[in-house]
């Protein structure tokens, strides 16, 4: 198991910049992919970035070019940060940073089984 829990959000103005951390613990040495995902109001929940085993770093459409996601390893275990600037309030939403233990290639984002609480991000027009 991983415990994750997240800390940043709050609430910008259209045009500014947040950041999102998630502080990982447990299981530090398997392979772990991790995702940041959004669920916006009235909408589905959305992987916004990931990160698979190997380190590579994907992101979601609305995310490319502005969001940025990095990784480090601790003495618990990893922390991730996501880096968001030129926020909309389309970017509004619930973030959750969401683990998965994994072997192989690839992170199906159906399969994360440890999620972090949620921190609310709120961008104002």
């Known amino acids: 198991q991983v415990q994750l829990v997240e800390s940043g959000g709050g609430s910008v103005q259209a045009g500014g910049s947040l950041t999102l951390s998630c502080a990982a613990s447990?299981?530090?040495?398997?392979?772990?992919?991790f995702a940041w995902f959004r669920k916006a109001p009235g909408k589905e929940r959305e992987v916004v970035a990931r990160?698979?085993?190997?380190?590579?770093?994907?992101?979601g459409e609305s995310a490319k070019g502005r969001f940025a996601l990095t990784k480090e390893n601790t003495k618990s275990g990893r922390a991730l940060s996501l880096q968001m600037y030129s926020l909309q309030p389309e970017d509004t939403g619930i973030y959750s940073c969401a683990a998965q233990i994994h072997y192989g290639a690839g992170c199906p984002d159906d399969r994360y089984t440890n999620w972090g609480q949620g921190t609310q991000v709120t961008v104002s027009s």
């Open positions: 990160v698979d085993t190997g380190g590579r770093m994907t992101y």
């Open positions: 447990g299981a530090k040495y398997l392979p772990i992919c």
